[in-house]
């Protein structure tokens, strides 16, 4: 650079091209230098990280009493994972079991659907007979009131007779009627069956005859399929008569279904004995001055007691 000196004490320099590239490559230089040095600097730092290798290239042999201590520690851990292998397949058999359970309630619940299917089916069928049940009861009660009131007509025309009947009822004559409990009273004698059942069985063999007077009219047992049922039939010309509360209830009941409902105090309960029976009688009297007399299963008359 060259300073030229100028009007007044001014100095002027002029630059020429050598000098420009020689300032410049003297600042490259520089720049490199620095570069150089900065990583020769951090070169330096790594090599002093680095650990120091020693010269023997022997492996460090590890002591008996370190490998037994990692021995045990490699046996605790295998019998740790032992227990956790044994609880993890317990678990896995609960679980088993438990999917097991569920898949048998969700198969009970789908056969529960179908039986409550079913069950509405059959609900609805019922619900379909009820309908024709109420039907057919709605027409059967109409029957039924219809009936009842025929039967009201009916019960209404039999108390008429029946009052006709209490004013016309005259007593039969001595010739008629024998009371045999009345007649007997008289000489100290009392006749009467062994018990309901007796009656009953001479009746169904047809060696006695029970009847049922009311008014003038009469009515006798017959046996039908088993079952005793009263027939209208003539005034016997000769009976025995018997007293109310002697007379069995099935035969009572029977006159009721299929007579009529008259009280005691309307009807006359009696029996016709086989002439068998009345020469028993007759003799017992003759030899005896009083007792009394129980008409046995098999028809035969016997003197229970002798009153002295």
Request: a positive charge; charged letters at 30%; glycine letters at 4%.
């Amino acid at each position: 650079m060259t300073f030229l000196q100028g009007k007044k004490g001014y100095l002027l320099s002029l630059n020429t091209p050598a000098t420009d590239e020689a300032d410049a490559l003297q600042a490259d230089v520089m720049r490199f230098m620095a570069i150089l040095g900065f990583c020769l600097l951090v070169i330096f730092s790594l090599v002093q990280t680095l650990p120091v290798q020693k010269s023997d290239p022997r492996p460090d042999l590890v002591s008996t009493e370190t490998l037994t201590n990692q021995i045990k520690a490699l046996k605790n851990e295998i019998m740790d994972l032992k227990q956790k292998t044994q609880a993890i397949a317990s678990i896995a058999v609960t679980i088993h079991k438990d999917l097991t359970k569920q898949k048998q309630i969700i198969q009970r619940i789908d056969d529960s659907k179908q039986e409550l299917k079913k069950s509405e089916a059959r609900l609805n069928s019922l619900k379909l007979e009820i309908r024709e049940n109420q039907r057919a009861l709605s027409m059967i009660q109409q029957d039924a009131d219809k009936e009842k009131q025929n039967l009201d007509k009916i019960k209404a025309e039999l108390d008429k007779i029946k009052q006709s009947l209490s004013q016309s009822d005259e007593k039969p004559s001595d010739n008629e009627v024998s009371d045999v409990e009345s007649d007997t009273k008289e000489v100290g004698f009392s006749l009467h069956f062994k018990n309901d059942e007796t009656l009953t069985r001479l009746v169904r063999q047809k060696k006695v005859t029970f009847y049922g007077i009311a008014g003038k009219k009469a009515w006798k047992v017959l046996y039908v399929k088993g079952t005793p049922v009263f027939k209208l039939t003539p005034i016997p010309t000769k009976y025995y008569e018997m007293m109310p509360s002697t007379v069995p209830s099935l035969f009572s009941m029977a006159f009721s279904r299929n007579v009529a409902a008259f009280g005691d105090h309307t009807v006359k309960w009696g029996v016709t004995l086989p002439e068998s029976v009345g020469k028993q009688i007759a003799g017992i009297m003759e030899n005896h001055k009083n007792g009394d007399m129980v008409i046995d299963d098999a028809g035969g008359v016997l003197l229970e007691r002798i009153q002295k």
